[in-house]
């Protein structure tokens, strides 16, 4: 048994856990909707928790933060306005407004207390916070997008935490639907959805939900995340336009450093395990 020099987060259902030795706390505290904890670590830098849930790292959070971004920058023709749902840490949009093309980048998470915390232990990731073309609102994700005339966005990214609590909405038909209808002709709708390994019945059901939301062009992409359960994680898009091909060309010949994305990772990410094709056959 660890000891309490340890961070841990037990995985019930699967039988899984996952530890981080830490050097100390850094801070606590119950925000209006959540409880966030921030740990130092010896080995990952700082660590973000969310209600008892590993959210972002310093040593790893580029696995993440770049396949939930560029995959899907690249895959839509000529993305100009982003919105981020969700991304409170503000990894994402750093990302994001790495492409010269976007216009505008609009990030709205419900729990303004989770971005004033990156600001403090990962600035590195709120490097972008005052580019002119950021917006950032703390207001209900779910009713943004619900209120939004049509074709107001290109892509949108959700990065939210598991399907509990205030993110269960975000993995519902009825906000897909909502997605779709603000979606401009060649929109791409993306959320983080989780492992595959241990979260088919999520990613099943949340594929489902897409459908039903009026998304016939599904396509899941797989990358590594440490700190997430079983450290296998992934990313689904759903778009009102065929997913198979990608602006290949223009992600080798990026303007912009990244540490894990390119071109060929892009297109490794795209191959389904044969557990994965069989089940969505």
Not at 192 to 214: F, V
Request: hydrophobic share 40%; with cysteine; aromatic share 12%.
């Amino acid at each position: 048994m660890l000891d309490d020099q340890w961070f841990s987060e037990a995985q019930i259902a699967s039988g899984t856990g996952f530890s981080l030795k830490i050097t100390r706390k850094l801070h606590e505290e119950q925000s209006e909707f959540q409880f966030l904890e921030i740990y130092e670590t010896e080995q990952f830098g700082n660590l973000m928790v969310i209600d008892g849930c590993t959210m972002v790292s310093t040593r790893d959070n580029f696995f993440y933060h770049e396949m939930m971004s560029h995959p899907v920058l690249y895959t839509h023709p000529n993305p100009k306005k982003v919105w981020i749902i969700g991304g409170g840490d503000c990894g994402t949009l750093r990302e994001v407004l790495k492409h010269p093309h976007v216009e505008q980048a609009v990030q709205i998470d419900i729990d303004e207390r989770v971005t004033r915390l990156a600001e403090i232990y990962f600035p590195e990731l709120c490097e972008s916070n005052n580019d002119p073309r950021a917006d950032l609102k703390f207001i209900d994700g779910i009713k943004w997008v619900k209120d939004a005339p049509p074709n107001s966005v290109d892509i949108i990214i959700v990065d939210s935490t598991d399907p509990v609590g205030p993110a269960e909405g975000l993995f519902s038909a009825d906000f897909y639907k909502d997605c779709f209808n603000c979606l401009t002709e060649n929109g791409i709708v993306v959320q983080q959805s989780e492992s595959a390994l241990l979260h088919m019945k999520i990613l099943k059901e949340m594929r489902d939900e897409m459908l039903a939301g009026g998304f016939t062009h599904l396509q899941t992409v797989f990358f590594p995340q440490c700190i997430y359960p079983s450290g296998w994680w992934s990313a689904t898009m759903a778009g009102k336009r065929a997913l198979s091909a990608f602006r290949e060309q223009d992600a080798s010949d990026k303007s912009f450093d990244t540490v894990y994305y390119n071109s060929d990772i892009h297109k490794a990410s795209l191959a389904m395990p044969e557990f994965f094709k069989k089940a969505f056959a």
